[in-house]
């Protein structure tokens, strides 16, 4: 027996979020075109394989439609999303030109701080330029959210969730910045180095990605076919490995260093209990072992960061529908962690932001491990 976590359709898509800097004119916000369809919106979600940028300057997000087809649209904005200083320039130097946060908005105040003097210097990621894969729905859209100073969201899907305009206009109206969506696949590897280097080219660096793409499905070991768990490594393992070296090219190529952020899962350290995902469960461990390895290779010869999140369950929407099939699970996921309660995807845009950012500048080849006491037990 086979139980999908997500739509069959979405088994083979990942997603992606990138931000870059605030633009100096109007013409700096300028989307670009790609070979995948460009959309502005709010925020970056993934349906499929895609990967989403929000940036200062102007941003792109992109998802991929599996391996078929791509389209791409981009949120800028300094507020959420990722936010960077500029070499040279003090970010507080521009504080006083930042709009103000929404007080009525608490998500909107929060991303708004970033680009403010409400925060330590080493947390802003003014200036900076982020790509985010799987950015266009879900937790990839959240993060995406978290850092848009400069943000290009890539996922698979023809158009982000709608959950996305809102966020693009909040980025474009409230923090003076923008976000972009694209749609590509990550296991297009000739089209995700198209778009990444693309998006080098128009913004002149690239200073963060957070890979967030990625599948899961419930199958019984006897039964897991070897094109289902190829499928699952594939997305999972492969594509997160693709998306950080199509990052890394651009980051090398600029000498501007960079962090990268895996998004792995709690599943890659334990059993989860009374679930049936050995493939997935796999993959999320590969990916914790794939960010030490890249982690040794590009620190010190490269100045890159790369470090993973392993968070727990997450209300999205997609688990709502799981729970309204299996209704059992909603009572006994919290009772499985030291908080008995499940996390929502807002709360893990803090260690977004800190991991992006100069503030976890001596961080590297580590585990953020996020599931309320899940695996401490």
């Not at 993060?143 to 969201?153: D, H, K, P, T």
């Not at 474009?172 to 297009?188: A, E």
């Not at 909603?330 to 908080?339: K, S």
């Amino acid at each position: 027996m086979t139980i999908n976590l997500l739509p069959r359709a979405l088994l083979r898509t990942t997603s992606s979020l990138l931000l870059t800097p605030r633009p100096a004119t109007a013409a700096a916000a300028t989307t670009t075109k790609t070979r995948t369809t460009t959309t502005t919106t709010t925020t970056a979600s993934s349906p499929k394989t895609a990967t989403a940028t929000a940036t200062t300057r102007r941003s792109f997000s992109a998802s991929a439609r599996g391996a078929r087809s791509s389209s791409s649209s981009s949120i800028t904005g300094t507020g959420s999303g990722i936010s960077g200083s500029k070499d040279g320039k003090n970010e507080d130097d521009d504080a006083a030109a930042a709009p103000p946060a929404p007080a009525a908005d608490k998500a909107s105040t929060a991303t708004a701080y970033l680009g403010t003097r409400k925060r330590l210097p080493e947390f802003s990621l003014r200036d900076k330029v982020v790509l985010v894969s799987g950015g266009a729905r879900g937790l990839g859209l959240t993060l995406a959210e978290a850092l848009l100073e400069a943000v290009y969201a890539l996922d698979r899907l023809p158009v982000p969730s709608p959950a996305f305009a809102p966020i693009q206009e909040r980025a474009r109206t409230s923090l003076g910045t923008s976000l972009h969506y694209r749609q590509v696949d990550v296991r297009d590897v000739a089209g995700l180095n198209d778009v990444v280097t693309q998006i080098g080219d128009e913004c002149g660096r690239l200073d963060g990605l957070i890979a967030a793409a990625g599948i899961q499905q419930e199958t019984p070991a006897l039964e897991y076919t070897a094109s289902d768990a190829n499928r699952m490594l594939e997305v999972n393992v492969t594509g997160a490995f693709m998306t950080a070296q199509a990052a890394a090219k651009q980051m090398i190529r600029f000498g501007r260093g960079g962090s990268i952020v895996l998004i792995a899962s709690m599943s890659g350290s334990v059993a989860n209990r009374g679930l049936i995902c050995p493939a997935y469960n796999a993959s999320k461990a590969a990916v914790i072992q794939l960010a030490r390895n890249l982690a040794s290779e590009w620190g010190a010869a490269h100045g890159i960061r790369v470090n993973t999140i392993s968070p727990g369950y997450i209300v999205t929407a997609m688990v709502e529908e799981l729970f309204a099939r299996f209704p059992e699970r909603r009572r006994d996921w919290p009772a499985q962690n030291m908080l008995g309660r499940l996390s929502g995807p807002e709360e893990y845009r803090g260690a977004a932001v800190f991991l992006v950012s100069d503030a976890s500048s001596f961080m590297t080849g580590a585990d953020l491990r996020m599931d309320g006491g899940h695996a401490a037990w």
